[in-house]
């Protein structure tokens, strides 16, 4: 399968608010030393970032897929900010699209994240040459897998200069390890993908069933903006879409088990009525196999099957996924 590509749309914006990078996204200022670097919202792969940035240092929220994405936002960011170093990085959660850029960053860079988070990308490097099954093989530019070395439970607490940044496990929602960092002094919260702003969530390794009382916690902390996993920089109005979508997939699956549907029968033929516009229509079909399995008495994130599930996806959506990743050999090393 021949390499497609993605990310090549300039956005526009405003130069006084936004360092604009070609294929990939753009860095907006949030509130004094928090930056958002949001991209392109094509591509199951495409998730966004961030920077909490001190007098001496920055500490990154997620990285990128690809070693290319998280240098154009390095980039983006010394524009910003001039040639800080960056002391650490946050992983809100263990999917390659926020994390595999990691190891794009000096080995001795501290890595955090949720125990879960650690767990899940080490068994990234005893996984097949290709663990994502689907996912199209187009970035050579490869980097070595790069786990939290430093990870936590509950939560923790992080001071960037004068900033205090709280990492909350906010519970098993779009995966077993999800975590935010809010800032409550600007009432700003980075929400990693338990949040993504017009687009469909990926529920397929975490909870249908779970995940409403995950955005009721998250919407308790009472933030003003939010810095979604993917998608524009939003308010927490979002949470709001998020919850009916919650609703209409545990709805929809409660009936199309009833009758005896396949998820991919299910999702193939439904109105997605306001969901419609959404990108990322395909992953309908991948949380409604998460919906028959926690209706079937799974538990929370336990393993599916994913080949099964993707080959449905890509049925769905009626062409391979639009996500592009370099995992091969030795580039899954830890």
């Given at each position: 399968m021949g390499k497609s590509q993605l990310f090549t749309q300039w956005y526009p914006s405003n130069e006084d608010q936004h360092v604009r990078q070609p294929d990939d996204g753009w860095l907006s200022g949030i509130a004094p030393g928090v930056l958002a670097y949001v991209r392109a919202d094509e591509g199951w792969l495409a998730g966004n970032a961030g920077a909490l940035v001190g007098r001496t240092s920055m500490v990154l929220v997620d990285t990128a897929a690809t070693r290319a994405r998280t240098q154009a936002m390095l980039g983006a960011l010394r524009a910003r900010c001039g040639d800080l170093p960056v002391s650490a990085i946050v992983n809100t959660h263990h999917h390659p699209g926020h994390t595999l850029g990691n190891g794009a960053l000096p080995p001795t860079t501290t890595v955090i994240g949720?125990?879960?988070?650690?767990?899940?990308?080490?068994?990234?490097?005893?996984?097949?040459?290709?663990?994502?099954?689907?996912?199209?093989?187009?970035?050579?530019?490869?980097?070595?897998?790069?786990?939290?070395?430093?990870?936590?439970d509950d939560s923790l607490v992080l001071h960037v200069a004068d900033t205090q940044v709280e990492l909350r496990f906010m519970g098993p929602a779009h995966t077993r390890g999800d975590i935010v960092a809010w800032v409550p002094e600007h009432r700003v919260v980075f929400a990693g993908d338990l949040v993504v702003h017009r687009a469909h969530p990926n529920l397929l390794d975490g909870t249908i069933a779970g995940y409403p009382a995950v955005l009721h916690?998250?919407?308790?902390?009472?933030?003003?903006?939010?810095?979604?996993g993917r998608g524009p920089v939003c308010g927490p109005e979002v949470i709001d879409d998020m919850l009916a979508y919650a609703e209409f997939v545990t709805d929809l699956a409660a009936d199309g088990f009833e009758r005896g549907l396949t998820p991919l029968e299910l999702a193939s033929d439904v109105p997605l009525g306001r969901f419609a516009t959404w990108q990322d229509g395909e992953r309908l079909v991948a949380n409604v196999h998460r919906a028959y399995a926690e209706l079937l008495?799974?538990?929370?994130?336990?393993?599916?099957?994913?080949?099964?599930?993707?080959?449905?996806?890509?049925?769905?959506?009626?062409?391979?996924?639009?996500?592009?990743?370099?995992?091969?050999?030795?580039?899954?090393?830890?």
């Open positions: 949720h125990r879960a988070c650690r767990e899940e990308m080490l068994r990234y490097g005893t996984a097949p040459a290709d663990p994502f099954p689907g996912i199209v093989v187009a970035d050579g530019t490869g980097v070595p897998l790069s786990p939290p070395t430093v990870t936590f916690r998250l919407r308790s902390l009472d933030a003003r903006v939010i810095v979604p008495g799974g538990p929370a994130c336990a393993p599916l099957d994913s080949g099964r599930v993707l080959e449905d996806v890509a049925k769905c959506r009626g062409g391979p996924l639009d996500a592009e990743i370099y995992v091969a050999g030795d580039d899954l090393s830890v």
